[in-house]
Nanobody, 125 residues
Framework: QVQLVESGGGLVQAGGSLRLSCAAS????????MGWFRQAPGKEREFVAT????????YYGDSAKGRFTISRDNAKNTVYLQMNSLNPEDTAAYYC??????????????????WGQGTQVTVSS
């Protein structure tokens, strides 16, 4: 279906910024939306942000609003997550995901069909 490769994770201090990238390949023309989720050890996978591929409409989780920005480059089949004002609570593995079928529940991980391997983001205090 769609293969996803994340990059851009790393170690930053609280208050810093990081930009994640997710490059998609394969049947990207079938993509309805691409999103970012994160998961820390022992915690549930959390919705961060998603973007509808054609319209560019975005949705954000509560933890991301006002700090994170999701965007896409259609020509490059790449989605980005710009993270500003990072705090230690943002420490997690961040996963890129692609949804192939129209669905209103884009905040739910189960509607996504393809997932990347994840990139680690660590925020120190």
């Amino acid at each position: 279906q769609v293969q996803l490769v994340e990059s851009g994770g790393g170690l930053v201090q609280a208050g810093g910024s990081l930009r994640l990238s997710c490059a998609a390949s394969g049947r990207t023309f079938s993509t309805y939306a691409m999103g970012w989720f994160r998961q820390a050890p022992g915690k549930e996978r959390e919705f961060v942000a998603t973007i509808k591929w054609v319209t560019g409409i975005t949705y954000y989780g509560d933890s991301a609003k006002g700090r994170f920005t999701i965007s896409r480059d259609n020509a490059k089949n790449t989605v980005y997550l710009q993270m500003n004002s990072l705090n230690p609570e943002d420490t997690a593995a961040y996963y890129c995901a692609a949804a192939l079928s129209p669905d209103v529940g884009l905040r739910m991980a189960r509607v996504y069909d393809s997932w990347g391997q994840g990139t680690q983001v660590t925020v120190s205090s």
